[in-house]
């Protein structure tokens, strides 16, 4: 005669590992699903930045939605490309995240390429602004033209007043004519009344200097 308990039992423990089965499986197809659609989703990102002269607008970078960040800093771990590491550090400027932020903390900081560094800093300041604003300033003061510039382009890129005063300050201390140039340039292409290779300002006079920044504040 059989003993119920016995019998319960051992379909309990039948149950138990089809359960336990099943789980396993449906996670590893999970798993493999999710890589599949990073994978996919890195593909297009890539697609994209290997077209040169394209210009990609905010919304189509936050159209591809949360896991974005995650797929252009996988492709940044992976590339020795200048080219494609510079364009992938533009396409992070448009998401507040901080794993990517410091990725491109890091990557000021750290990496010996001034074109790297240069689109890393200009990046944290559009992206973040003036909660960077420490770091920033540090590179207002570098001893690198072009390192000055990006960090000024990137205060410009934001919408923070706070953020702009500290570029007019900067400009009105700049000595270098060539620098002014192109951040007073950049100003006026964000605002709409400069086209991107116009050489309108040549001026070496502070005093010019000061006057053309405060027409641009008006």
Same mark, same amino acid.
């Given at each position: ?65 949360? #896991? @974005?960040?995650? &797929? $252009? ?10 080219? /494609?590491?510079?364009? +992938? ?29 240069? #689109? @890393?800093?200009? &990046? $944290? ?10 770091? /920033?300033?540090?590179? +207002? ?78």
């Amino acid at each position: 005669m059989r003993c119920p308990m016995r019998h319960f039992k051992k379909n309990l423990y039948v149950h138990l590992i089809i359960s336990l089965l099943l789980l396993f499986f449906s996670s590893a197809f999970a798993s493999d699903s999710n890589s599949r659609s990073d994978g996919i989703l890195e593909e297009s990102i890539l697609e994209v930045i290997r077209m040169r002269n394209s210009k990609e607008s905010p919304e189509w970078w936050r159209s591809l939605g949360p #896991a @974005a960040p995650k &797929a $252009i800093l996988s492709l940044y771990r992976k590339t020795n490309s200048t080219y /494609i590491k510079i364009r +992938l550090l533009e396409a992070l400027r448009w998401f507040d995240d901080s794993t990517a932020t410091d990725l491109m903390k890091n990557e000021f900081e750290q990496n010996r390429n001034e074109l790297i560094r240069a #689109a @890393a800093i200009r &990046a $944290i300041g559009m992206s973040q602004g003036m909660k960077e604003a420490q770091l /920033i300033e540090r590179a +207002l003061k570098n001893s690198s033209g072009r390192l000055r510039v990006a960090a000024a382009q990137g205060l410009l890129g934001t919408t923070d007043s706070e953020a702009h005063q500290m570029v007019d300050r900067f400009l009105l201390g700049e000595k270098q004519e060539w620098v002014v140039r192109k951040v007073l340039q950049r100003r006026n292409v964000l605002k709409g009344t400069e086209d991107e290779n116009s050489e309108s300002f040549d001026s070496h006079s502070p005093q010019k200097k000061r006057i053309k920044i405060e027409k641009i504040k008006d």
